[in-house]
């Protein structure tokens, strides 16, 4: 079976990566224009990933993913809680948390990030966009996995690929901190709930 894995951050892309290593599979990242363009110019990109600029790519017309024999999937995450994980991650907790989500990242003071601007720009992406192509198609993933549900989306994961269902899920690169809803006020809620309407909305998450 050709495994495809559509790769978000911050939703358990690490962990399911550890889970592929040594399996057949091919995992993408797709980019708005503007951080593909950037990263392309900095040689940004590392790996094996195949980064692609989503406005330009159609990824339902590749055989890879019309096979019979193909099956592609991707995770998401409730966005209040992602948007917590994000500023750990990109932070450190050296910019607050109200900083984080209300600042454009064009006018984040970098010295204030322990990851370069461009990560920040690929995460801030809605996981919409990072899981469809050109066409903004959910439909090209045959299965949504939930973060929250991740132990038994490996399971699935593992059943696809032939491995051992039975080996506990590693937790790879998890960000420390509290509940997320502990670090939002009214106003914090309603910024995360606009800029991550159609997250919201697509896989039926509420605060």
Excluded at 112 to 128: G, S
Aim: proline share 3%; aromatic share 12%.
């Amino acid at each position: 079976m050709k495994i495809n894995f559509i790769r978000t951050m911050k939703s358990a892309g690490t962990t399911v990566q550890s889970i592929l290593g040594g399996y057949p599979h091919q995992t993408y990242i797709l980019l708005s224009e503007e951080v593909y363009e950037h990263g392309k110019k900095t040689n940004s990109w590392a790996g094996t990933n195949i980064y692609y600029n989503r406005a330009k790519t159609d990824l339902m017309s590749a055989p890879r993913f019309v096979s019979d024999s193909s099956w592609t999937f991707g995770f998401v995450r409730n966005p209040w809680d992602r948007m917590v994980s994000a500023w750990k991650w990109s932070t450190g907790g050296k910019m607050s948390f109200r900083q984080f989500v209300t600042t454009d990242i064009k006018d984040m003071d970098s010295k204030l990030l322990i990851v370069r601007p461009l990560h920040v720009m690929q995460i801030r992406q809605t996981q919409f966009k990072l899981l469809t192509d050109k066409n903004n198609d959910i439909g090209l993933l045959d299965h949504i996995c939930k973060f929250e549900n991740i132990d038994n989306e490996v399971k699935l994961i593992r059943e696809k690929l032939g491995a051992n269902t039975n080996q506990p899920v590693p937790h790879l690169r998890a960000t420390s901190h509290k509940h997320y809803k502990e670090y939002y006020t009214d106003d914090l809620v309603d910024i995360v709930a606009k800029e991550y309407e159609i997250d919201i909305r697509t896989f039926k998450y509420e605060y």
